[in-house]
T-cell receptor
């Protein structure tokens, strides 16, 4: 069991480009959560997905950010037209069920230059 | 006001000391989590608990539901315990986490 896999570990994008962050949950986990950790700040919830469905996106910025968790393949967090303020560590967690423990990925560190 | 408050914000200890990190929360929860984050590293889930006490090696986590308070204890601390420890709760009404701002622990040899 490889755990929660996030890639890339580090991503550098120029302002205005698109960033795609991938998260492969643990085997058997159908719940995926994305969190953002801004520099010098704590973790903040962004979005909660189950297979093919967005359950709660109350933490997602209204523009430029989107997330999906298709039937096949990893969950994708997509940031369009990145700005410097998007520079942060983005963590993904997965669980078998919301009542069970969560496993975190190692994160993707996005730097916008 | 944050839903989850941690104290202290920073903590320096001598190797071998007993360490306590506190967490208070203001919302109804389904579970409380203690997480560990090393500098530049990922996040490791240490404990998930909804009542009582759990122990894993030198780590002990307790929770008092009535008082809405949890503590993380580290016995016989070691420099490799140096990390940021984060308290998080999952709430009854949803599935998301609320996070504390973390306690930065440095254990000096």
């Amino acid at each position: 069991n490889a755990g929660v896999m996030q890639n890339p570990r580090h991503l550098v994008r120029r302002r205005g480009q698109e960033a795609r962050l991938r998260c492969s949950p643990m085997k058997g986990h159908s719940h995926v959560y994305w969190y953002r950790q801004l520099p010098e700040e704590g973790l903040k919830f962004m979005v909660y997905l189950q297979k093919e469905n967005i359950i709660d996106e109350s933490g997602m910025p209204k523009e430029r950010f989107s997330a999906e968790f298709p039937k096949e393949g990893p969950s994708i967090l997509r940031i369009q037209q990145v700005v410097r303020g998007d520079s942060a560590a983005y963590f993904c967690a997965s669980s078998e069920d919301s009542n069970y423990g969560y496993t975190f990925g190692s994160g993707t560190r996005l730097t916008v230059v | 006001k944050n839903e989850v408050e941690q104290s202290p914000q920073n903590l320096t200890a001598q190797e071998g000391e007993f360490i306590t990190i506190n967490c208070s929360y203001s919302v109804g929860i389904s579970a409380l989590h203690w997480l560990q984050q090393h500098p530049g590293g990922g996040i490791v889930s240490l404990f998930m608990l909804s009542s009582g006490k759990k122990k894993h090696g030198r780590l002990i986590a307790t929770i008092n539901i009535q008082e809405k308070h949890s503590s993380l204890h580290i016995t016989a601390s070691h420099p490799r315990d140096s990390a940021v420890y984060i308290c998080a709760v999952t709430v009854h009404t949803g599935n998301q986490f609320y996070f504390g701002t973390g306690t930065s622990l440095t254990v000096i040899p």
